[in-house]
T-cell receptor, first 115, second 114 residues
Framework: GAVVSQHPSRVICKSGTSVKIECRSLDFQATTMFWYRQFPKQSLMLMATSNEGSKATYEQGVEKDKFLINHASLTLSTLTVTSAHPEDSSFYIC???????????FGPGTRLTVT | AQSVTQLDSQVPVFEEAPVELRCNYSSSVSVYLFWYVQYPNQGLQLLLKYLSGSTLVKGINGFEAEFNKSQTSFHLRKPSVHISDTAEYFCAVSGPSGNTPLVFGKGTRLSVIA
């Protein structure tokens, strides 16, 4: 149990376009989802926290107008990178937790390459 | 605020030798502690977690970790490593709720040498 999926696993897009990444909890209801970003050979950095039905809370330095997060249901959150630039190229990982707390379940990640 | 320090960025070790990956944390509240493993171009896989109870936690793939509150440490150990254990290992801490994000250490690259 507690499986989280991400789609797509890999995406290449042109500079200036927008890309949407989906994060789904497959067998549980995720009251909270988190979006992380990982640069090569570095740790995961939290971008934002989203609670179902509420606006996401962004970490300092993360542009909320550039990284749009929607958590419309208890099983789906989306991250849209708007007007992508090469410096947005990274590995994006989501995680989800449910009411009982304590543990987050991670998706397999999405590799974004902006050319 | 919470923080995690992984003292070693890289740890090379020979196959079948024991290994310890060190992790120290700081927090003003009670915490949950985790170790994750990440293989190249993949997401994170949970190795083990400490939420409460026994301070010695056993995880998957023969790994274990010991929570030491007085030393604010949560070191990961394995008595005999395999080539397949070569990966990046992350220690993480969160507050006592599923709604608090994880704070990760910078990671330790474990390289197992044949």
């Amino acid at each position: 149990g507690a499986v989280v999926s991400q789609h797509p696993s890999r995406v290449i897009c042109k500079s200036g376009t927008s890309v949407k990444i989906e994060c789904r909890s497959l067998d549980f209801q995720a009251t909270t989802m988190f979006w992380y970003r990982q640069f090569p050979k570095q740790s995961l950095m939290l971008m934002a926290t989203s609670n179902e039905g509420s606006k996401a809370t962004y970490e300092q330095g993360v542009e909320k107008d550039k990284f749009l997060i929607n958590h419309a249901s208890l099983t789906l959150s989306t991250l849209t990178v708007t007007s992508a630039h090469p410096e947005d190229s990274s590995f994006y990982i989501c995680s989800a937790s449910h009411r009982s707390g304590g543990e987050q379940y991670f998706g397999p990640g999405t590799r974004l390459t902006v050319t | 605020a919470q923080s995690v320090t992984q003292l070693d960025s890289q740890v090379p070790v020979f196959e079948e030798a024991p290994v310890e990956l060190r992790c120290n944390y700081s927090s003003s509240v009670s915490v949950y502690l985790f170790w994750y493993v990440q293989y190249p171009n993949q997401g994170l896989q949970l190795l083990l977690k400490y939420l409460s109870g026994s301070t010695l936690v056993k995880g998957i793939n023969g790994f274990e970790a010991e929570f030491n509150k007085s030393q604010t440490s949560f070191h990961l150990r394995k008595p005999s490593v395999h080539i397949s254990d070569t990966a990046e290992y992350f220690c993480a801490v969160s507050g006592p709720s599923g709604n608090t994000p994880l704070v990760f250490g910078k990671g330790t690259r474990l390289s197992v040498i044949a």
